[in-house]
């Protein structure tokens, strides 16, 4: 049976808990054991996929179709273990989970309460897996104290003392702000954070404190005193130029130490650390700089995008240059010339998306790269808008658009060259969607197989002819298009085995231009760069010397 630890956090910044979690998990990976890292979030949303990208960044989603928590690719990047539906919930859903028992009559009448049906509720959802695995990480979202995560407190109070002694702990992660004033460091939001904690019956094992400054012997011991906690168990962390310095970095703090002593595992395994090492390695020695400009909507929180900031910097290390991201704001040349403004960019890129507003922008940044020879990677609607770019301007259909255009605004205007998607084939079943379904959990969502062309550029890529890659759309090229489109020199280098859906397209007579359907940047890793982003800034690169 796994050993629990909970991730708690006071005042810290939005990547601390996962990012903490996450280094934790690839330290223990490194000692040799087997981890799972999971997310308790307190908000109601059932998921998160019916959420702005403004209020909650990307939308992560796993290979059995779950979207979660932007934490789970944290999770994922460092571990390599590939997330599961069962590795994130929020309130909503826990909730709703509640209610439906309710409805179907499985708490025979009983008045439903918060304590015991909800915190039971949350209880069964953190066994699940518990058998599979030697460690269990559970952040549970939030700031302590919040009055949304007082039934997950709650919960794993109860479930700390279900287990046997010694197989949970409890660490939680507080901010030390620094005074430049009067050149000190104040331990009091740490006192008071654990004290909040300790109000509810939970008393943590490990501290782990942010601090932009080395924190002096005196402190560490006057938190250990005021919150009862071993002196050696207050680990320092400090802010990085990389993430991925983060299991080094805490490491050489003593984090995984700390976890292994609060369990009384002794001896342990010593840590095998040299991937990280290359890692690291790779960040910091470079051969030299290429610029790329992302083309969205959503470019006033990078978090909107973060997976593929990070398959950037991935690929950026398996050639072993930095890549410089621009966020260039698509309605920026909606009307206007795109030229000025991507133009001294070694490569262009133009994520997912939903909605009309922005597009006119990302189907004239498909036609920069394309009539400029820029290296292009088009995701999922990337892809689409090269799609619609091409048929416009290539194969005559000046009217072509999407249907997903059209149902929101009411009116047909568009040929639909990318229409609502109705029906597919998942595993041995049909799935079928109207578009007046609701909204929720309602898309093409998780893992899906392609079969690429052979000789094609993606095929080069990949090394191999067959793929499978995890998907997140609703609105699809139309496959009556093909010939049309391939005659103008637009190849459909990728399918679905059906040879119903297009999965990628690429242009023949250009250097390096490709659009996917599905969303590379969910599966791609340090140690592992995504093969499409790993070429994407090869061809950068090459471009970069071009110029």
């Known amino acids: 049976m796994a050993r629990y630890i909970f991730v708690t956090g006071g005042v810290v910044s939005s990547l601390g808990k996962g990012l903490a979690s996450a280094a934790l998990g690839a330290l223990l990976q490194a000692r040799g054991y087997t981890v799972?890292?999971?997310?308790?979030?307190?908000?109601?949303?059932?998921?998160?996929?019916?959420?702005?990208?403004?209020?909650h960044g990307e939308v992560f989603v796993t290979d059995d179709g779950a979207e979660t928590d932007l934490d789970l690719g944290h999770y994922e990047r460092f571990t390599g273990v590939p997330a599961r539906m069962t590795d994130s919930v929020s309130s909503g859903r826990i909730y709703s989970n509640v209610l439906e028992k309710e409805r179907r009559g499985d708490y025979l009448g009983k008045t439903i309460q918060v304590v015991p049906h909800v915190t039971n509720e949350i209880k069964d959802f953190l066994h699940v897996g518990d058998d599979e695995v030697d460690f269990m990480l559970c952040e549970i979202g939030g700031t302590v104290g919040d009055i949304e995560g007082l039934p997950f407190f709650e919960a794993i109070r109860q479930f700390s003392h279900?287990?046997?002694?010694?197989?949970?702990i409890f660490m939680h992660l507080t901010l030390l702000?620094?005074?430049?004033?009067?050149?000190?460091?104040?331990?009091?939001p740490t006192q008071h954070s654990v004290k909040e904690l300790q109000s509810i019956g939970i008393a943590p094992d490990i501290l782990v404190c942010r601090s932009e400054q080395p924190i002096p012997e005196k402190e560490r011991q006057k938190i250990a005193l005021f919150c009862n906690v071993r002196k050696e168990h207050v680990v320092a962390a400090y802010d990085l130029k990389s993430i991925?310095?983060?299991?080094?970095?805490?490491?050489?703090?003593?984090?995984?130490?700390?976890?292994?002593?609060?369990f009384g595992i002794a001896p342990a395994p010593r840590p095998d650390l040299r991937v990280w090492e290359d890692v690291n390695d790779r960040i910091h020695n470079t051969d030299g700089k290429i610029n790329v400009a992302i083309v969205g909507k959503y470019t006033q929180l990078e978090d909107a995008y973060k997976s593929i900031k990070e398959a950037l910097t991935h690929g950026g290390m398996a050639n072993r240059v930095k890549v410089n991201v621009s966020w260039v704001d698509a309605e920026l040349f909606d009307k206007d010339d795109a030229a000025p403004f991507l133009e001294g960019y070694d490569a262009i890129l133009v994520p997912g998306g939903f909605g009309e507003?922005?597009?006119?922008?990302?189907?004239?940044?498909?036609?920069?790269?394309?009539?400029?020879?820029?290296?292009?990677?088009?995701?999922?609607?990337?892809?689409?808008?090269?799609?619609?770019?091409?048929?416009?301007?290539?194969?005559?259909?000046?009217?072509?658009?999407?249907?997903?255009?059209?149902?929101?605004?009411?009116?047909?205007?568009?040929?639909?060259v990318v229409y609502h998607l109705k029906e597919w084939v998942q595993g041995n079943a049909k799935v079928t969607r109207k578009s007046t379904d609701a909204k929720g959990g309602t898309m093409r969502l998780g893992a899906y197989d392609a079969a690429l062309t052979e000789g094609s550029k993606v095929a080069a890529a990949y090394g191999a002819n067959a793929i499978e890659e995890r998907h997140?759309?609703?609105?699809?090229?139309?496959?009556?298009?093909?010939?049309?489109?391939?005659?103008?020199?637009?190849?459909?280098?990728?399918?679905?085995?059906?040879?119903?859906?297009?999965?990628?397209?690429?242009?023949?007579?250009?250097?390096?231009?490709?659009?996917?359907?599905?969303?590379?940047?969910?599966k791609s890793k340090p140690f592992d760069p995504h093969p499409l982003f790993r070429d994407f800034v090869r061809a950068a690169k090459d471009n970069s010397r071009l110029v």
Not at 162 to 168: E, L
Not at 388 to 396: L, Q, S
Not at 486 to 515: Q, T
Request: aromatic share 10%; hydrophobic share 35%; with cysteine.
């Open 162 to 168: 279900d287990k046997p002694r010694g197989d949970v």
């Open 36 to 55: 799972r890292l999971r997310k308790l979030d307190p908000y109601l949303n059932v998921d998160p996929g019916t959420m702005s990208p403004f209020e």
């Open 244 to 262: 991925y310095e983060a299991p080094l970095a805490y490491h050489r703090e003593g984090l995984d130490q700390a976890v292994l002593d609060a």
């Open 357 to 416: 507003r922005g597009t006119e922008g990302k189907i004239k940044a498909a036609q920069f790269a394309r009539e400029h020879k820029v290296p292009y990677l088009g995701i999922c609607l990337g892809m689409q808008m090269a799609v619609i770019e091409a048929a416009r301007n290539k194969a005559g259909i000046s009217d072509a658009g999407s249907e997903e255009f059209d149902h929101e605004a009411g009116e047909t205007r568009f040929e639909p």
């Open 177 to 188: 702000p620094y005074l430049a004033a009067s050149g000190e460091l104040k331990t009091k």
């Open 472 to 522: 997140r759309h609703r609105y699809e090229v139309d496959i009556k298009y093909r010939e049309q489109l391939e005659a103008c020199g637009l190849r459909f280098s990728g399918m679905s085995p059906d040879g119903r859906l297009p999965e990628i397209v690429e242009w023949e007579d250009h250097p390096w231009f490709i659009g996917v359907q599905f969303h590379p940047e969910l």
